[in-house]
């Protein structure tokens, strides 16, 4: 048990290296790399919290497989220490075209669990973006995260995308996105 242990967070460190190498620098072979760590990893420790919240990450951009991404991040929902996967199941909703008021409540929600590096996270929002331009409710997605982190230029070049590409919208969605770009940028 111990060596498998050992070999697991070994496992583990290497996998968050190549994530930080392809956060840093683009290249889908980090992420390649990564997956291909995070299953030797779930060969010793299956179905782990960090093996599912990494492969829906990568399941994403490698393959565009939500439906996979999803089945991890429903396995997480089951910690009950751990609530990041939030911010991955907002995520999935936009990426999936859910409807705005659910993109928006689940932000919300995910908002208010501690995350270190949303800048992380909209830069990933916004890689997958220029992969898959169609995907107009990552616009929205981008534009509450830039919210949050108090960017006030790119979340109202986000939100104003969403609503130029997005089909009409409920009265009640446009105006609370008015009332989001009403900010004054500092």
Not at 5 to 33: G, P
Not at 74 to 103: D, M, V
């Amino acid at each position: 048990n111990l060596t498998e242990d050992r070999l697991f967070a070994t496992l583990a460190n290497i996998a968050v290296s190549h994530q930080r190498l392809f956060s840093r620098n683009k290249d889908l072979q980090h992420l390649r790399d990564m997956s291909k760590i995070l299953i030797e990893a779930n060969n010793i420790r299956p179905d782990t919290y960090f093996y599912n919240l990494n492969m829906a990450h990568a399941y994403i951009v490698l393959t565009q497989d939500a439906q996979s991404a999803k089945e991890c991040i429903n396995k997480c929902k089951q910690s009950k220490t751990q609530q990041e996967w939030r911010y991955s199941e907002a995520f999935l909703c936009a990426y999936s075209g859910q409807a705005p008021g659910i993109i928006i409540s689940k932000y919300r929600e995910a908002l208010k669990v501690p995350y270190e590096d949303l800048v992380g996270i909209v830069d990933y929002i916004e890689f997958v973006i220029e992969h898959e331009p169609q995907k107009t409710e990552l616009h929205l997605a981008a534009g509450l995260i830039y919210k949050a982190i108090g960017d006030t230029v790119l979340m109202k070049q986000h939100l104003l995308l969403f609503l130029e590409k997005s089909h009409p919208l409920e009265s009640r969605i446009t105006a609370t996105i008015r009332e989001m770009l009403s900010v004054p940028c500092l």
